[in-house]
């Protein structure tokens, strides 16, 4: 099938939702999912700026006190998805995996930047249980995050419901690939899937940008969740090496998504030794007999020799290459007898 999504800001990340669907049913073997958002009237722009909390200074500023609004982005994404087996089959790369997903709509709400933490906490275990994964495997979370100075503490507070408990679980970081590129809006969402994803599989977690101090209304105390403030490296095993997507659509619809690392490749099974290559032992001598004892020395040497290719290698190297041989005999005219030495290589 070949269709257009529309649920706002959550667009590509529920397109996302549905070919993963397509896939695991069977009726597509190969998806290809793409988010565009391209800045080309002002009258958008207009709009947004009489009806939504655009940032006055161009800066999204997630969980950030001095959060003021988001910025629009440009931007256009776009991934290739297939079941993990088939990927592994074909010999693809695998960025990274996605383990579940789950879309949910957000019900009564205060408006539009006024979300419902309760059903975003619900569509968050939603995923983690097309996931079969537990909370606190998931050690990175890239959130909707749009830097308002509401909407920013509600979502964290659903992600301190979900995935925040401390206990013994490593930390959990959060940032918003908004803060770098501002909001990509219908392609928002697939654009925080790809930096997941990068991450997973580089094992490094980008920073975010814009924060100098936690937002009042944000209490990440006795959570083990946190601002990932700078880049720094994921020293995680792949069992918590786990990353959950949020996108949140204006007209109510939420989608979440959770990505893990992709499989190790299985070792190629070892090919059985070759049979060593036969060698030449070149052998030469005046008579005859010095010759016949010349073999027997050199048989008597090998056979008694340690087994191996080497053992056989050096011998033939040196009698052809490091040794003189000697020179084949020539009839003298006049001999008394009429016969040569019997002298030549073998």
């Not at 073997?29 to 958002?37: A, C, F, I, K």
């Not at 983690?128 to 495997?137: R, T, V």
């Not at 053992?311 to 190297?317: I, K, L, N, P, T």
Request: net charge neutral; hydrophobic share 40%; aromatic share 2%.
């Amino acid at each position: 099938p070949s269709l257009t999504v529309d649920t706002a800001c959550s667009s590509s990340l529920v397109a996302v939702h549905l070919a993963c669907q397509s896939l695991r049913s069977g009726e597509s073997d190969l998806t290809v999912v793409g988010g565009v958002n391209l800045i080309l009237s002002p009258s958008v722009a207009v709009a947004h700026a009489k009806g939504m909390p655009l940032s006055p200074d161009g800066r999204c500023r997630t969980f950030d006190a001095a959060a003021s609004g988001y910025t629009r982005g440009e931007g256009v994404v776009a991934v290739a998805l297939r079941r993990l087996s088939d990927a592994v089959a074909a010999g693809d790369p695998v960025i990274a995996v996605i383990n579940g997903t789950a879309v949910n709509q957000d019900g009564l709400s205060n408006g539009q930047t006024a979300p419902n933490g309760r059903a975003q906490q619900k569509v968050i275990r939603q995923a983690l249980k097309s996931a079969a994964l537990q909370p606190d495997q998931i050690t990175l979370v890239e959130a909707h995050g749009t830097g308002t100075v509401l909407g920013d503490p509600i979502e964290v507070e659903a992600l301190a419901a979900t995935y925040g408990r401390a206990d013994e679980a490593p930390p959990c970081l959060l940032g918003s690939v908004k803060t770098n590129i501002g909001h990509l809006e219908s392609a928002a969402g697939l654009a925080g899937l790809v930096k997941a994803a990068l991450c997973i599989k580089h094992g490094r977690i980008i920073g975010n940008l814009n924060f100098d101090r936690l937002n009042p209304n944000i209490d990440l105390d006795g959570t083990r969740l946190a601002i990932a403030e700078k880049a720094q490296d994921w020293t995680v095993p792949d069992r918590f090496r786990h990353a959950a997507v949020s996108s949140f659509g204006a007209g109510g619809t939420n989608a979440h998504a959770i990505l893990g690392p992709a499989p190790s490749p299985e070792p190629a099974p070892e090919a059985a030794p070759a049979p060593p290559p036969p060698y030449v032992v070149a052998m030469s001598a005046r008579t005859e007999e010095l010759l016949a004892a010349t073999a027997a020395a050199h048989r008597d040497f090998l056979h008694g020799a340690p087994a191996g290719d080497a053992e056989f290698r050096g011998v033939a190297h040196t009698s052809t290459v490091r040794r003189t041989h000697q020179a084949r005999a020539r009839r003298r005219s006049g001999s008394a007898t009429g016969r040569s030495p019997a002298s030549q290589p073998v």
